[in-house]
């Protein structure tokens, strides 16, 4: 009986030891990452490690026409995944240079590029827009603790 147990055990343990195998199959990005005070903000699937802003603010008329890039690398395989965006009309999105479909929903962006993602791939996201910004006071992803955060106008400028 002894033996028997000692020789399960030894079967077992190379089991135990193996990490599980990271999923291939490309899955949907989580929406938000899960905070229990703030559960919409941040997203799932990837890490963002660079962004650029070009922004061409127009005073006079409180408008602005901008493109924000992203560089980032995904931490599963994605066939969608989820993007943070307040205000303003989206002219165009493009993942990789390829235009990319997408969906908006109150502040959340779902986007599908034209190619799924693999797990550590590095990957663009470029989203264009334009509009006339205002300060975000009743969107549910913005935590009542922060007030207003965005575009305040003020007499001498403005203050993002």
């Not at 195998?21 to 490309?26: E, L, V």
């Not at 994605?78 to 390829?98: E, K």
């Not at 479909?101 to 034209?114: H, I, V």
Request: hydrophobic share 45%; net charge neutral; glycine share 8%.
């Amino acid at each position: 009986m002894l033996l028997a147990y000692v020789v399960l055990t030894a079967c077992a343990l190379p089991a135990l030891a193996t990490p599980p195998a990271a999923p291939t199959t490309p899955v949907v990005g989580a929406a938000g990452l899960g905070d229990p005070i703030y559960p919409h903000l941040g997203n799932g699937g990837y890490d963002v490690m660079h962004y650029a802003i070009d922004l061409q603010v127009e005073m006079a008329s409180n408008t602005i026409t901008g493109t924000t890039t992203i560089l980032a690398q995904a931490t599963q395989p994605l066939r969608t995944f989820n993007l943070d965006f307040f205000g303003l009309t989206i002219d165009a999105i493009q993942v990789n240079d390829r235009p990319a479909r997408f969906q908006r929903t109150g502040s959340e962006l779902t986007l599908t590029p034209a190619a799924r993602l693999a797990n550590g791939q590095l990957f663009t996201v470029s989203v264009a827009y334009h509009g006339q910004p205002t300060p975000i006071t009743n969107d549910p992803a913005v935590p009542r603790a922060y007030g207003s955060i965005g575009w305040l106008r003020l007499k001498p400028g403005v203050f993002v």
